[in-house]
């Protein structure tokens, strides 16, 4: 079963313009990954952010998680036709032990 | 260093066949997870292998099964195939035994008609 709801199922944006998504789990985490998908290929990992942490920062890219509301953020600033992509949340559940549960996904197009 | 490498890229099979994946890890990652994900959706977990043990099932039917060899690549196996089998097979590596974070080769994509 799915446990993330990504938020928007697509997004298309501009270069140079900021994208936002936003993810909503169900249950306790460990932690909350973020992974990228090019056209049908393998994830790639993006960050990682753990329960106790509220934000994180790698590159272009901002996370926040907010335990309380079982929700999480995923924020690319000056998007690039490069960063066109499927983006899953995935969550690694406290009770889970060997699984991640991923959402179904964003749809992210940048036009140049 | 090589990536997760997965064999076949592609297959094709037909109803009531069975099928065989392959997977290679990152050399010193000791836990392979097999996902499936059907066009339009999130992965799906299938299997967890630490140290040639199971360590985790998703919900899947006994038809799907998989085991760790020795030198930590893997295999997941596909009995009596049925037409909503067809999905890209993801197979992920890690360090430990945990999920953080994971890493994926580009999948086999399985047809059955």
Known sequence: ?112 | DAGVTQSPTHLIKTRGQHVTLRCSPISGHKSVSWYQQVLGQGPQFIFQYYEKEERGRGNFPDRFSARQFPNYSSELNVNALLLGDSALYLCASSAGQGNSPLHFGNGTRLTVT
């Open chain 1, 1 to 112: 079963s799915q446990q993330g709801e990504e938020d928007p199922q697509a997004l298309s944006i501009q270069e140079g313009e900021n994208a936002t998504m936003n993810c909503s789990y169900k249950t306790s985490i460990n932690n909350l990954q973020w992974y990228r998908q090019n056209s049908g290929r393998g994830l790639v990992h993006l960050i990682l952010i753990r329960s106790n942490e509220r934000e994180k920062h790698s590159g272009r890219l901002r996370v926040t998680l907010d335990t309380s509301k079982k929700s999480s953020s995923l924020l690319i600033t000056a998007s690039r036709a490069a960063d066109t992509a499927s983006y899953f949340c995935a969550t690694d559940e406290e009770t889970s032990g060997s699984r991640l549960t991923f959402g179904e996904g964003t749809q992210l197009t940048v036009n140049p």
